[in-house]
């Protein structure tokens, strides 16, 4: 500990940090030193309410025994197995669990390290699948506009969000286009759950059919509940529509899940919740609680099958990483499984979902509210930017609410909550009750 402790002052210049303002950050560094169920304790002793679960990845909360005991039985028996060619009870164990609990015919699952790598292997299997059936030609992926879909060059490519892809405009996949997001303030500001404007955007992926040919288009991805934007809600009818005009035009439905399963939206996955069932599904973070990072693709039998052709002893996808199906991560996710189906976990995200609605619209009217949106365990509070200074309400509502006790996330001017499923009903009014005094002492940028 005294070892880590000396490199910090070092490793503050040396540390590159992800998705962050790095000159801030270095000028006003925040440190975590430990987590307990839904607490994080900073090293100067501030103890804060886990507002996001992590970073959507730790629904059960922080340091459960069962998941630490699994992990250290784990590295003492099988700490890795090779993942190509050989595999190993565990992965193969969980494998048939996460099948079991997906939506009706996804009977197959792709196991990766991130929801990054899951939207990109999602990707390939997608243009795959149609190759290996004599289409080919189908290469072309529809995104949607705000979409986030990780890091990758598929995953920028495919995702809408301006930031994460102007900077890297020369290295886009060719052939995607982008369906229209689903949020107008105008027709759904304040909305609780799914807003009933707003189906006929799905409209929309005719016009892109018509435009560029069904037979060049390989597939749709789009999250069922759009959670890095600052958590937007589809609209009543809209994934049903999207998934008509796909089914008609032989397009299949990707869902990427890497926020909305292993049960934020209070069934095991938002296909569940939301009753669409994609094509191909992604998912990462509350898979392991966020202990060991790990992700996934679920596909049908028919998507699986397809590839299946050829001499038996033939590979069959030429995709695949060290670390799939890790068996550390695995035994992680079975952990996390196990605490989930024992202590009812899902059913209480489900239960908890009109006490954190409740909660959070009570902040409408707050000076500096611009909108308010929740579904699932999952809420964001849209603030008025202050003048000329877009993210900066965001920060400082971030920087003073640690002071109160909460671990926000911000992005831009927008605060997304997504709290433990373990959580308390007075932990969540209070975070909802926090917050707005929070925004409503933010009234300036100084
Ligand atoms: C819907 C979605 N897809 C993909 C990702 C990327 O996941 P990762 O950061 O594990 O690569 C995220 C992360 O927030 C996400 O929300």
Same mark, same amino acid.
């Given at each position: 500990?005294?070892?880590?402790?000396?490199?910090?002052?070092?490793?503050?210049?040396?540390?590159?940090?992800?998705?962050?303002a790095?000159?801030?950050? /270095?000028?006003?560094? /925040?440190?975590?030193?430990?987590?307990?169920?839904?607490?994080? %304790?900073? %090293? &100067?002793?501030?103890?804060?309410? !886990?507002?996001? +679960?992590?970073?959507?990845?730790?629904?059960?909360?922080?340091?459960? *025994?069962?998941?630490?005991?699994?992990?250290?039985?784990?590295?003492?028996?099988? &700490?890795? +197995?090779?993942?190509?060619?050989?595999?190993?009870?565990?992965?193969?164990?969980?494998?048939?669990?996460? +099948?079991?609990?997906?939506?009706?015919?996804?009977?197959?699952?792709?196991?990766?390290?991130?929801?990054?790598?899951?939207?990109?292997?999602?990707?390939?299997?997608?243009?795959?699948?149609?190759?290996?059936?004599?289409?080919?030609?189908?290469?072309?992926?529809?995104?949607?506009?705000r979409?986030?879909?990780?890091?990758?060059?598929?995953?920028?490519?495919?995702?809408?969000m301006v930031a994460?892809?102007?900077? $890297?405009?020369?290295?886009?996949?060719?052939?995607? &286009?982008?369906?229209?997001?689903?949020y107008?303030h105008?027709?759904?500001a304040?909305?609780?759950?799914?807003?009933?404007?707003?189906?006929?955007?799905? !409209?929309?992926?005719?016009?892109?059919?018509?435009?560029?040919?069904?037979?060049?288009?390989?597939?749709?991805?789009?999250? *069922?509940?759009?959670?890095s934007t600052g958590v937007v809600?589809? *609209?009543?009818?809209?994934?049903?529509?999207?998934?008509?005009?796909?089914?008609?035009?032989?397009?299949?439905?990707?869902?990427?899940?890497?926020?909305?399963?292993?049960?934020?939206?209070?069934?095991?996955?938002?296909?569940?919740?939301?009753?669409?069932?994609? !094509?191909?599904?992604?998912?990462?973070?509350?898979?392991?609680?966020?202990?060991?990072?790990?992700?996934?693709?679920?596909?049908?039998?028919?998507?699986?099958?397809?590839?299946?052709?050829?001499?038996?002893?033939?590979?069959?996808? $030429?995709?695949?990483?060290?670390?799939?199906?890790?068996?550390?991560?695995?035994?992680?996710?079975?952990?996390?499984? &196990?605490?989930?189906? /024992?202590?009812?976990?899902?059913?209480?995200?489900?239960?908890?979902?009109?006490?954190?609605?409740?909660?959070?619209?009570?902040l409408?009217?707050t000076p500096g509210v611009r909108d308010i949106r929740?579904?699932?365990?999952?809420a964001a509070v849209e603030l008025e930017p202050f003048e000329g200074r877009p993210g900066l309400r965001g920060l400082r509502v971030f920087e003073r609410a640690?002071?109160?006790?909460?671990?926000l996330r911000f992005s831009g001017d927008t605060i997304a909550m997504?709290? *433990?499923?373990? +959580?308390?009903?007075?932990?969540?009014?209070?975070?909802?009750?926090?917050l707005?005094?929070v925004i409503?002492?933010v009234t300036s940028p100084?």
């Amino acid at each position: 500990m005294q070892l880590h402790n000396s490199g910090v002052t070092e490793g503050l210049q040396r540390y590159w940090l992800p998705f962050t303002a790095n000159r801030y950050f /270095k000028q006003n560094p /925040k440190l975590l030193a430990s987590a307990k169920g839904a607490y994080f %304790t900073m %090293t &100067d002793g501030r103890k804060l309410f !886990d507002c996001l +679960s992590g970073l959507w990845c730790c629904p059960l909360g922080h340091g459960h *025994p069962h998941i630490a005991e699994a992990l250290k039985r784990q590295a003492e028996s099988l &700490d890795y +197995s090779t993942a190509f060619q050989i595999s190993n009870p565990v992965t193969l164990s969980f494998a048939a669990r996460v +099948s079991a609990m997906a939506p009706a015919g996804l009977g197959q699952v792709f196991f990766t390290n991130s929801g990054s790598e899951s939207v990109d292997t999602a990707i390939k299997i997608a243009v795959g699948y149609h190759r290996v059936r004599g289409e080919g030609q189908r290469f072309r992926i529809i995104g949607r506009e705000r979409g986030y879909h990780g890091v990758g060059i598929g995953g920028i490519s495919v995702g809408g969000m301006v930031a994460n892809r102007k900077m $890297f405009a020369p290295l886009m996949m060719p052939g995607v &286009d982008h369906l229209p997001h689903t949020y107008s303030h105008a027709d759904m500001a304040f909305s609780r759950g799914q807003p009933t404007w707003g189906a006929h955007l799905a !409209d929309d992926l005719e016009r892109l059919v018509a435009l560029h040919d069904a037979a060049t288009i390989a597939a749709v991805i789009v999250e *069922p509940m759009a959670g890095s934007t600052g958590v937007v809600v589809p *609209p009543v009818g809209y994934l049903e529509k999207l998934r008509q005009i796909c089914t008609k035009h032989g397009i299949l439905l990707i869902f990427d899940e890497v926020i909305c399963g292993f049960g934020r939206l209070g069934e095991n996955f938002g296909a569940q919740r939301l009753n669409v069932t994609p !094509d191909l599904l992604t998912f990462a973070k509350g898979v392991t609680n966020g202990t060991i990072p790990m992700g996934g693709v679920l596909a049908t039998n028919e998507i699986y099958d397809a590839f299946m052709s050829g001499q038996d002893e033939a590979v069959e996808f $030429f995709h695949g990483y060290t670390y799939s199906g890790h068996p550390m991560a695995c035994a992680a996710g079975h952990a996390t499984l &196990d605490i989930m189906e /024992k202590d009812g976990l899902i059913a209480r995200a489900r239960a908890l979902e009109p006490v954190l609605e409740n909660g959070i619209h009570q902040l409408k009217g707050t000076p500096g509210v611009r909108d308010i949106r929740n579904f699932g365990l999952a809420a964001a509070v849209e603030l008025e930017p202050f003048e000329g200074r877009p993210g900066l309400r965001g920060l400082r509502v971030f920087e003073r609410a640690l002071d109160k006790g909460l671990l926000l996330r911000f992005s831009g001017d927008t605060i997304a909550m997504g709290p *433990p499923f373990i +959580s308390t009903e007075a932990e969540i009014k209070n975070m909802c009750a926090t917050l707005g005094d929070v925004i409503a002492a933010v009234t300036s940028p100084d």
